[in-house]
């Protein structure tokens, strides 16, 4: 009968909806104890469990869910800095869930990772072609390809850039980002307690005057270390993360040790080239000040002529691949007349 | 016996090994021909030194001056680059509108529509160089127009700048590595890079300034003389002026002052160095508009570090004064500590140590305790590690990219350094080692202002320029006690030598003095030759300044004597091996000559303003920039408005037009905004 069936009808959908609905709390109430089991609050996606909560459900979806793309096979490529990334995004994590402990937005937002080879085909449907990506799947999201992806300039400073994104994206607060303090409280009471009890031996040492700090052998070994450390050019390679060697291109089972080309240098070439300066230096110095003091002729002869020999074929070498790294032709300037 | 045998007569080395300049020698033998012929001889020889010194100092000067002039030959006195053409414009309205004007200038002209405070954001001391050379040049009827005094003023800065090195250097080593060390930093191409002729740019005066402001430091601490500290404070006043390099000098200088404090190093000469440097410095620093305040606040600098990041939990941050200014307090409570202990008899002063260290403990203890509940309470507060990035090289890049972007803070590699201070780089370990032996207040200065230079130029390349100075002092240093062992080698074991002839009978009794004495190891050697080696060996003692304490001396230094017979022998090194060593390390400096000379030729003498290309037909010159100036002169108004996309451009403009311009300057991104919005970028 006509009248009777709107009611029924009624009732299907709301039972549906509840049901429906009742399967939205369940996942929720499923991810957040997955994610209160999981470390630093990442969940750990696979292809079933992106279904179940991704592309099995209708939107609106009750969260948003924000998913890092990893693959451990390139975890030892450095310019990806994949891991280093995944641990700004645990940190990122684990401050929103902190900063959002008793608010309605503490079941409003995932953060999950998946890594390739597990689950291959959910990379295929996002469409990943690159590492890193980082993708937020919004609420009303229904095509995984559609999902907003985090910029080069989003990652780039972080977990601070990341949650600014997250900010602005989802509306919901991140927070201050917790950083772990450098020293643990138990490694900081363990200093302190171990300079206290130093302390009194060392201000009896300084006064007498005979800390290590007295001893001019530990200076002058420090101050050509720091020479030979500066003049090798190790701040460039730590500053630009530069490698020690590197694999030769055309031939992968050689090792290239120098780089031609002058703006940038290897890890190895610089130490190379530090030690070729650092030892003319040092043998001049054997030279004038110790081997003088060496009363037997002969032993003096040898090691002179050790020393020059050893010091001209250093700074030839390094002449020489100055001239060929840079390209630069040094020539000096006769007079035309002379020509 | 030992009466006879006291004629020892003292023959100077002459000015090498000695701090001061050897004026006169006097005999304390008696009075004999042989004596007075060889004071003779000493004589003159010092004065012959001192003319030749004089000599060659001069031609270190035109050395420095005329590598600089190649850009000069090869294009024409033309400022080059795009920020001297700023400094240039400055010097142009000092020149006409005088010094009040100059120093409370607004420029409505630059930056359009903000303008720009002259007077308080450039450092004035190169336009006033500039303007003074000029001026007074001008009052002596030399009419040389402003351009052609800025263009040379870097050349003649450089000359300065080697004789600054030579005095620095003879403070620390002698006189022989001071004309090395200022032959060599006429020279190094780090230094001529900013400098050559038309550079008009503050490193061309601010080197001269930081040398010579280190000279005066090391001249006051080895004097202890008042009136070098003043002068000292004076100096660095110019230098403040000059460059904001001056943070290198007033972190150094108390470094050094902790550094001879902690070794154990202090006297009322390093007080005396310091502390008047440090309150008229300081002083005068703040009357510089652009430093101000900065002077005594905190400086974002690498020496600040653990005590001023203790002090930033503590007080509020702006309230932190800056290093020099603790290490002020420091070097105060070392001079009670010492004063007191003056006074005090050795037990008392014990006494008085165990107490106020006791106290200094539980002090301590307690201020701790209250940092480390400070650090529990907030964890992120606390040490945030910020202070660690002045040291940590990878900072800039991380968190302040636009200064991470320019080329010239990038990091140098191993050619940057070939390339700039060339074969010193050598040479310096072995300046090193020679400082240290032995180790005195100036030579420990000059071992942590090259470790200080080194690393902080490992980091800029830019701060190369202020590492070339000090591995120019330290190779000269090598250089020098490299070329005296071997000379010396060489010197006292030629073939036929008539020096043999020149025994002194009474050093023959010195040795069998020595036999007497019971020493084993000198007996073997009594012989003619060797009576030839220890009239060098004389060589080696210090003299005697007066007659009146010849008697007390007497035996003072016989005994001297006896122990330097026993211990000491001459230090040679074998002929053939030496004369080996000096071929080479004449090579080696052949070698620097030639790379310097091209170094200024090709590398750094090109007036960015003016380009050359060489093709088939010749050479070709674009003078396109100019061109276009002249051009926007002619077809614009006075009072339009241009703008730029490259600011260094707009600088140029001005000088040849009088337009209002608008450039992108770094510090006012919506001005940014609005240009690249204009040109529809």
């Given at each position: 009968m006509a009248?009777?069936e709107?009611?029924i009808l009624l009732?299907?959908?709301i039972?549906?909806a509840?049901?429906?609905?009742?399967?939205?709390?369940?996942?929720v109430a499923?991810?957040?104890?997955?994610?209160?089991r999981?470390?630093?609050?990442?969940i750990?996606l696979?292809?079933?469990?992106?279904?179940r909560?991704l592309?099995?459900?209708t939107?609106?979806r009750?969260y948003?869910?924000?998913?890092?793309f990893?693959a451990?096979q390139?975890?030892?490529?450095p310019e990806?800095?994949?891991?280093?990334?995944?641990?700004e995004?645990?940190?990122l994590?684990?401050?929103?869930?902190?900063n959002?402990?008793d608010?309605?937005?503490a079941?409003k937002?995932f953060f999950?990772?998946?890594?390739?080879?597990e689950s291959?085909?959910s990379?295929a449907?996002?469409?990943?072609?690159?590492?890193?990506?980082?993708?937020?799947?919004?609420?009303?999201v229904?095509?995984?390809?559609?999902?907003?992806?985090?910029?080069?300039?989003?990652?780039?400073?972080?977990?601070?850039?990341m949650?600014?994104f997250?900010?602005?994206?989802?509306?919901?607060?991140?927070?201050?980002?917790?950083r772990?303090p450098?020293f643990s409280?138990?490694q900081?009471g363990?200093?302190?307690?171990?300079?206290?009890?130093?302390?009194?031996?060392v201000?009896?040492?300084v006064l007498a005057?005979?800390?290590?700090?007295?001893d001019?052998?530990?200076w002058l070994g420090?101050a050509v270390?720091?020479?030979?450390f500066?003049?090798?050019?190790?701040?460039?390679?730590?500053?630009?993360?530069m490698?020690?060697f590197?694999?030769?291109?055309?031939?992968p089972?050689?090792?290239?040790?120098?780089y031609q080309g002058s703006?940038?240098?290897?890890g190895a070439?610089?130490?190379?080239i530090?030690f070729?300066?650092?030892?003319?230096?040092?043998?001049?110095?054997?030279?004038?000040?110790?081997?003088v003091?060496?009363?037997?002729?002969t032993?003096q002869?040898?090691?002179m002529?050790?020393?020059?020999?050893?010091s001209?074929?250093?700074?030839?070498?390094v002449v020489?691949?100055?001239?060929?790294k840079t390209?630069y032709?040094?020539h000096?300037?006769w007079?035309?007349?002379w020509? | 016996m030992?009466?006879i045998?006291?004629?020892t007569?003292?023959v100077?080395?002459?000015?090498q090994?000695s701090r001061y300049p050897?004026?006169?020698c006097?005999?304390l033998t008696?009075?004999?021909?042989a004596?007075s012929e060889d004071s003779n001889?000493?004589?003159?020889?010092?004065?012959?030194?001192?003319v030749?010194?004089f000599f060659?100092?001069?031609?270190i000067g035109?050395l420095?001056?005329?590598?600089r002039l190649?850009?000069?030959?090869?294009y024409e006195?033309?400022i080059?680059?795009?920020?001297p053409?700023?400094n240039?414009?400055?010097t142009?309205?000092?020149t006409?509108?005088?010094?009040?004007?100059f120093w409370n200038w607004?420029?409505?002209?630059?930056?359009?529509?903000?303008?720009?405070?002259i007077?308080?954001t450039v450092y004035?001391?190169?336009?006033?160089?500039?303007?003074s050379?000029?001026?007074?040049l001008?009052?002596?009827?030399?009419p040389?127009?402003?351009e052609?005094?800025?263009?040379?003023t870097a050349?003649i800065?450089s000359a300065?700048?080697a004789?600054a090195?030579?005095?620095?250097?003879?403070?620390?080593?002698?006189t022989g590595?001071g004309?090395?060390a200022?032959?060599?930093?006429a020279m190094v191409?780090?230094?001529i890079?900013?400098?050559v002729?038309?550079?008009?740019?503050?490193?061309a005066?601010a080197?001269?300034?930081?040398?010579f402001?280190f000279?005066?430091y090391i001249?006051?601490?080895?004097?202890g003389?008042?009136?070098?500290?003043t002068?000292?404070?004076i100096?660095y006043?110019y230098?403040?002026c000059s460059?904001g390099?001056?943070?290198?000098i007033i972190n150094l200088?108390p470094?050094?002052?902790?550094?001879?404090i902690v070794?154990?190093?202090?006297s009322?000469r390093?007080y005396i160095?310091?502390?008047?440097?440090?309150?008229?410095?300081?002083?005068?620093?703040a009357?510089?508009p652009?430093?101000?305040?900065?002077?005594?606040?905190?400086?974002e600098?690498?020496?600040?570090?653990?005590?001023s990041?203790?002090?930033?939990?503590?007080?509020?941050?702006?309230?932190v004064v800056?290093?020099?200014?603790?290490?002020?307090?420091i070097?105060?409570?070392?001079?009670?500590?010492y004063?007191?202990?003056g006074?005090?008899?050795?037990?008392?002063f014990?006494?008085?140590?165990?107490l106020?260290?006791s106290?200094?403990?539980?002090?301590?203890c307690?201020?701790?305790?209250?940092l480390i509940?400070?650090?529990?309470?907030?964890p992120?507060k606390?040490w945030?590690g910020?202070?660690?990035?002045?040291?940590?090289p990878?900072?800039?890049?991380?968190?302040?990219?636009i200064i991470?972007s320019?080329?010239?803070?990038?990091?140098?590699?191993?050619?940057?350094?070939f390339?700039?201070i060339?074969v010193l780089a050598?040479?310096?370990?072995a300046g090193i080692?020679?400082?240290?032996?032995?180790l005195?207040d100036a030579s420990?200065?000059?071992v942590?202002?090259?470790v200080?230079?080194?690393?902080?130029s490992?980091?800029?390349v830019?701060?190369m320029?202020v590492?070339a100075?000090?591995?120019?002092?330290?190779?000269?240093?090598?250089?020098s006690?490299?070329f005296?062992v071997l000379?010396?080698?060489?010197k006292?074991?030629?073939?036929?030598?008539?020096e043999?002839s020149?025994?002194?009978?009474?050093?023959?009794l010195?040795m069998l003095?020595t036999i007497?004495?019971g020493?084993?190891?000198s007996s073997?050697?009594?012989?003619?030759?060797?009576?030839?080696?220890?009239?060098?060996?004389?060589?080696?003692l210090?003299?005697?300044p007066?007659?009146?304490?010849?008697?007390?001396?007497?035996?003072h230094?016989?005994?001297?004597?006896i122990k330097?017979?026993i211990?000491k022998?001459?230090?040679?090194?074998?002929l053939e091996?030496s004369v080996?060593?000096i071929?080479?390390l004449?090579?080696?400096?052949?070698f620097?000559v030639?790379h310097?000379?091209?170094?200024?030729a090709?590398?750094?003498?090109?007036?960015?303003?003016?380009?050359?290309?060489?093709s088939?037909?010749?050479?070709?010159?674009?003078?396109?920039?100019?061109e276009a100036?002249?051009?926007?002169r002619?077809n614009?108004e006075?009072d339009?408005?241009?703008s730029f996309?490259?600011?260094?451009l707009s600088?140029?403009?001005l000088?040849?037009?009088?337009l209002f311009?608008h450039g992108?300057?770094v510090?006012?991104?919506?001005?940014?905004l609005?240009?690249?919005?204009?040109l529809?970028?």
């Amino acid at each position: 009968m006509a009248i009777s069936e709107k009611p029924i009808l009624l009732l299907i959908l709301i039972s549906l909806a509840v049901v429906f609905s009742g399967a939205e709390s369940d996942r929720v109430a499923e991810l957040l104890s997955l994610q209160s089991r999981s470390k630093s609050g990442v969940i750990h996606l696979d292809d079933h469990s992106l279904s179940r909560f991704l592309t099995s459900t209708t939107t609106p979806r009750p969260y948003s869910i924000l998913i890092f793309f990893d693959a451990t096979q390139l975890h030892d490529k450095p310019e990806l800095n994949l891991q280093g990334l995944r641990s700004e995004f645990g940190l990122l994590a684990s401050s929103f869930i902190s900063n959002n402990k008793d608010s309605p937005s503490a079941s409003k937002l995932f953060f999950c990772d998946i890594e390739f080879k597990e689950s291959q085909s959910s990379f295929a449907q996002f469409g990943i072609t690159s590492l890193p990506h980082i993708r937020l799947v919004g609420p009303d999201v229904k095509s995984l390809k559609d999902s907003e992806q985090m910029e080069q300039g989003d990652i780039s400073r972080m977990a601070d850039s990341m949650s600014d994104f997250v900010e602005s994206r989802t509306k919901l607060s991140v927070g201050p980002i917790k950083r772990p303090p450098m020293f643990s409280k138990k490694q900081l009471g363990f200093f302190v307690a171990a300079f206290l009890v130093w302390a009194p031996f060392v201000v009896k040492k300084v006064l007498a005057g005979q800390t290590l700090l007295h001893d001019s052998k530990i200076w002058l070994g420090s101050a050509v270390f720091v020479y030979f450390f500066s003049v090798s050019g190790t701040m460039h390679n730590i500053i630009r993360k530069m490698p020690m060697f590197l694999a030769d291109r055309n031939d992968p089972s050689k090792l290239i040790f120098f780089y031609q080309g002058s703006g940038m240098q290897l890890g190895a070439e610089g130490f190379a080239i530090g030690f070729l300066y650092t030892i003319v230096g040092l043998l001049l110095a054997f030279v004038t000040h110790v081997l003088v003091r060496v009363k037997n002729v002969t032993v003096q002869r040898v090691i002179m002529l050790f020393a020059l020999f050893i010091s001209f074929l250093a700074v030839k070498k390094v002449v020489s691949l100055d001239n060929w790294k840079t390209g630069y032709g040094i020539h000096a300037f006769w007079p035309s007349s002379w020509n | 016996m030992t009466m006879i045998a006291i004629t020892t007569h003292f023959v100077p080395r002459g000015q090498q090994g000695s701090r001061y300049p050897i004026r006169s020698c006097q005999s304390l033998t008696r009075p004999s021909m042989a004596a007075s012929e060889d004071s003779n001889q000493s004589k003159i020889r010092t004065v012959f030194g001192s003319v030749l010194s004089f000599f060659i100092l001069i031609l270190i000067g035109v050395l420095a001056f005329s590598i600089r002039l190649f850009s000069v030959i090869k294009y024409e006195s033309v400022i080059h680059e795009f920020d001297p053409y700023f400094n240039y414009r400055v010097t142009q309205f000092l020149t006409k509108n005088g010094i009040y004007d100059f120093w409370n200038w607004f420029d409505d002209r630059t930056w359009y529509p903000l303008g720009r405070v002259i007077g308080g954001t450039v450092y004035p001391g190169l336009t006033l160089t500039a303007g003074s050379i000029w001026w007074l040049l001008n009052s002596l009827n030399i009419p040389l127009s402003v351009e052609t005094v800025c263009v040379f003023t870097a050349p003649i800065f450089s000359a300065n700048a080697a004789w600054a090195t030579y005095l620095l250097t003879k403070e620390v080593k002698g006189t022989g590595a001071g004309l090395t060390a200022a032959a060599l930093l006429a020279m190094v191409p780090s230094y001529i890079s900013r400098s050559v002729a038309g550079s008009y740019d503050n490193e061309a005066v601010a080197i001269f300034a930081l040398i010579f402001t280190f000279y005066l430091y090391i001249k006051t601490l080895n004097t202890g003389s008042l009136f070098y500290a003043t002068l000292n404070a004076i100096t660095y006043f110019y230098m403040v002026c000059s460059w904001g390099g001056y943070t290198f000098i007033i972190n150094l200088i108390p470094m050094h002052v902790l550094l001879c404090i902690v070794t154990g190093r202090y006297s009322s000469r390093l007080y005396i160095a310091y502390a008047p440097l440090v309150v008229l410095g300081t002083l005068l620093a703040a009357l510089v508009p652009v430093v101000g305040f900065n002077a005594v606040m905190t400086s974002e600098h690498f020496a600040s570090f653990l005590v001023s990041s203790v002090g930033t939990m503590i007080l509020p941050s702006n309230f932190v004064v800056n290093f020099s200014l603790q290490v002020f307090i420091i070097i105060h409570v070392v001079a009670l500590v010492y004063y007191i202990k003056g006074i005090l008899s050795p037990k008392m002063f014990k006494v008085a140590v165990t107490l106020v260290v006791s106290v200094g403990l539980v002090v301590c203890c307690a201020v701790v305790a209250v940092l480390i509940a400070l650090v529990a309470s907030s964890p992120t507060k606390g040490w945030s590690g910020r202070s660690l990035s002045l040291l940590d090289p990878t900072y800039a890049s991380k968190y302040i990219p636009i200064i991470a972007s320019v080329s010239e803070h990038q990091p140098p590699t191993w050619p940057s350094y070939f390339m700039d201070i060339n074969v010193l780089a050598f040479l310096v370990p072995a300046g090193i080692v020679a400082c240290f032996l032995p180790l005195s207040d100036a030579s420990s200065f000059v071992v942590l202002y090259i470790v200080t230079s080194v690393y902080f130029s490992g980091v800029m390349v830019r701060l190369m320029l202020v590492l070339a100075p000090a591995a120019c002092i330290l190779s000269g240093i090598a250089l020098s006690e490299a070329f005296d062992v071997l000379t010396r080698s060489i010197k006292f074991q030629l073939p036929g030598l008539p020096e043999n002839s020149q025994i002194d009978v009474s050093l023959i009794l010195f040795m069998l003095l020595t036999i007497k004495a019971g020493d084993t190891t000198s007996s073997s050697v009594v012989t003619q030759n060797d009576a030839a080696k220890t009239n060098k060996n004389e060589d080696t003692l210090k003299e005697r300044p007066s007659r009146k304490n010849r008697k007390k001396e007497k035996e003072h230094v016989e005994k001297t004597s006896i122990k330097s017979q026993i211990k000491k022998r001459l230090l040679v090194l074998p002929l053939e091996a030496s004369v080996a060593a000096i071929f080479l390390l004449v090579l080696l400096g052949a070698f620097y000559v030639v790379h310097c000379v091209w170094a200024a030729a090709e590398a750094y003498s090109a007036p960015s303003i003016v380009l050359t290309s060489h093709s088939h037909d010749g050479l070709h010159v674009f003078d396109d920039f100019r061109e276009a100036y002249a051009w926007l002169r002619h077809n614009t108004e006075v009072d339009d408005k241009v703008s730029f996309l490259h600011v260094y451009l707009s600088v140029v403009c001005l000088i040849f037009l009088n337009l209002f311009l608008h450039g992108i300057m770094v510090w006012n991104c919506s001005c940014i905004l609005i240009v690249f919005t204009l040109l529809e970028l």
